[in-house]
């Protein structure tokens, strides 16, 4: 065996223990890896003072990586690639098996809480990101690349992490980009009408969107969502002729008035007065009008107009006089965003949907530790990692002699069940708040799919856990319909179901399955339609006939029922077709080092 060391600062003239040397390991002249190195120790004896030992570690490229990624969150993935509308075409267009990847975002038909059976709507489906997506971005961002037969396999491509968000909202920057504000000077808007007159704000200081005009005065919606409008300012109305009493009570109105297709569809009234009725002569003021106020919150679909509108019992020519009206200096009409919320048909940046509490590191982590994946550097590139489960990066091996290299000058240590470092051996997802896990816990002690290897062993007590930073996620059937899917919810005090932020989901994701009992899928833009498929996700690739379940183990109850026959399971689980092949060889009592 040698070590090949490299970098030359390093060792001009002397070794700095402050700086990493990298290097090349070397058995029998052939590389089995290669990353840098860091001195711990050098032992001299007193009489052999020429020979001199050095103790380092070695530290592989593969830690490299996660060096590079450091503490970087998933959301600082630049994903805007797969930035879309979110309306029920786009959606739709995810449930087709054909377009299952591995790359970009599906929308798979998930009871994030308070869902009927038979009616779905655009804003009950929310982005799930493929996971190889996650771990393509990772690497790249990181300026490493992979070659894994398991990342490419059809399996992998077809695993996603659901939204596990309350509710998808714009960004802080769309939202901004979506507001104006608008002001006038001194003007005068000429003669008053019984119709409504348009206020006209000649400047403005904010409109990212350029949604506001000043030679009209009207705001025209470039991006449907929810908005709230503001007006304020002062009105002065005068005599132009002389005014004689009306026969009956007269009133002003400020408005703040909404049209689609220049039809009004709704008022919001943000100002009113009465004035003294009576006889006013040229010249006279009739009445100094001020009006402030907000509309509430409601959705603009693209193209809407907002127009803030004075309404004055005046017309022209009117048989009670001719009547003018002053607009005041800064006058005031704005927006704001108050409700980010997503709503069909708005663009969606697929960041925002990203969870912002996460590692890159421990995503990829659990990845790795969840299907028992061997890393190891590339000999060629050291920027490049091959990726394979236990079994076949052993399997895709050939076996070498290496009786000629035993050191037969020195005692051979043969250890029984030398790697058997654990009583226990566990492996499970996190447990999560939702009502399916905390139903699953109370009944049963464990977390949702968890399994347990316990070893007949008398001298070691300790477990040997291995946990990722997923949840589980129980798939839910219900004799009202035959759709089996997932369900990520609390209830609250009253029972009802609401929704909760919840911690990282894994599943697979099958696309459109047949559905006997079909639902109404609605959009608020396009319509209403029957379904008859719906997109399937789940911890099993099939609940009718499943061949591969993404739980550790299998799991003491499920909640649902085959509709059509016998309801069966699979064992082809995690735990045994990841993990078992490594723990039995560990936990065999003839195994030995």
Not at 135 to 155: H, K, L, Q, R
Not at 209 to 236: E, H, P
Not at 478 to 504: C, F, H, M, N, W
């Amino acid at each position: 065996t040698s070590v090949q060391t490299s970098g030359v600062i390093n060792f001009a003239p002397d070794f700095n223990p402050n700086l990493k040397a990298s290097f090349v390991l070397l058995v029998e002249g052939i590389e089995q890896f290669r990353g840098y190195m860091k001195l711990q120790n050098i032992t001299r004896t007193q009489d052999q003072l020429q020979q001199v030992m050095y103790e380092v570690n070695l530290f592989g490229d593969v830690a490299s990586i996660f060096g590079v990624i450091g503490d970087a969150k998933l959301n600082a993935l630049d994903l805007s690639a797969y930035d879309h509308t979110y309306n029920k075409a786009t959606q739709i267009a995810t449930w087709n098996t054909a377009n299952i990847n591995g790359a970009g975002y599906v929308y798979p038909m998930i009871n994030y809480g308070g869902m009927g059976v038979s009616s779905w709507d655009v804003n009950d489906f929310f982005p799930a990101i493929y996971v190889k997506t996650y771990i393509d971005e990772i690497f790249d961002a990181a300026g490493y690349s992979y070659t894994s037969t398991f990342f490419s396999s059809s399996y992998f491509k077809h695993l996603i992490v659901p939204f596990a968000g309350d509710k998808l909202t714009i960004s802080a920057l769309a939202a901004y980009q979506r507001t104006f504000r608008a002001n006038t000077t001194a003007l005068t808007s000429g003669v008053a009408v019984t119709s409504y007159t348009p206020i006209v704000y000649n400047a403005e200081t904010l409109d990212p969107l350029n949604q506001f005009s000043i030679v009209t005065g009207k705001f025209t919606t470039a991006q449907r969502g929810y908005y709230s409008f503001y007006a304020s300012g002062v009105s002065t109305f005068d005599a132009i002729t002389t005014v004689t009493p009306f026969p009956f009570p007269a009133s002003f109105w400020a408005n703040i008035n909404v049209y689609r297709a220049s039809v009004l569809i709704n008022t919001y009234n943000v100002g009113y007065t009465g004035y003294s009725n009576g006889t006013y002569s040229s010249g006279a003021v009739i009445k100094i009008f001020t009006y402030q106020g907000w509309t509430p919150t409601f959705v603009c679909e693209v193209g809407d107009v907002v127009q803030v509108e004075i309404r004055s019992p005046f017309g022209s020519p009117h048989t009670y006089g001719t009547v003018g009206q002053t607009i005041s200096a800064n006058s005031v009409f704005l927006n704001q965003i108050s409700n980010t919320a997503i709503v069909d048909g708005s663009p969606l940046t697929i960041n925002e949907t990203l969870p912002i509490d996460i590692k890159q590191s421990d995503f990829l982590m659990s990845i790795i530790r969840m299907f028992n994946l061997f890393v190891e550097t590339d000999k060629n590139d050291s920027n490049n990692l091959i990726i394979d489960t236990y079994d076949s990066f052993y399997g895709a091996g050939t076996t070498q002699d290496w009786s000629k290299l035993l050191d037969v000058s020195k005692p051979v240590i043969i250890t029984p069940m030398g790697a058997l470092d654990a009583r226990r051996y566990t492996v499970k997802y996190t447990q999560d708040t939702d009502f399916w896990n905390k139903k699953y816990f109370d009944s049963y002690g464990k977390t949702y799919g968890e399994y347990n290897k316990d070893i007949t062993n008398d001298f070691l007590k300790n477990e040997n856990k291995n946990e990722v930073i997923f949840a589980p996620t129980p798939s839910i059937g219900t004799t009202a319909v035959d759709r089996i899917i997932p369900e990520i919810y609390q209830l609250d005090s009253t029972g009802l179901q609401t929704k909760l932020r919840s911690k990282l989901r894994i599943l697979y994701y099958a696309g459109a399955k047949n559905t006997v009992n079909g639902f109404t899928y609605t959009s608020y833009v396009t319509g209403s339609s029957s379904e008859i498929y719906y997109p399937y996700a789940g911890h099993i690739d099939d609940p009718i006939t499943p061949i591969a379940d993404l739980s550790f183990g299998v799991p003491n109850e499920i909640y649902y029922v085959n509709p059509y026959g016998q309801t069966s399971y699979t064992n082809n689980n995690l735990f045994n077709q990841y993990h078992k092949l490594f723990i039995d060889e560990i936990t065999d009592v003839n195994s030995k080092i």
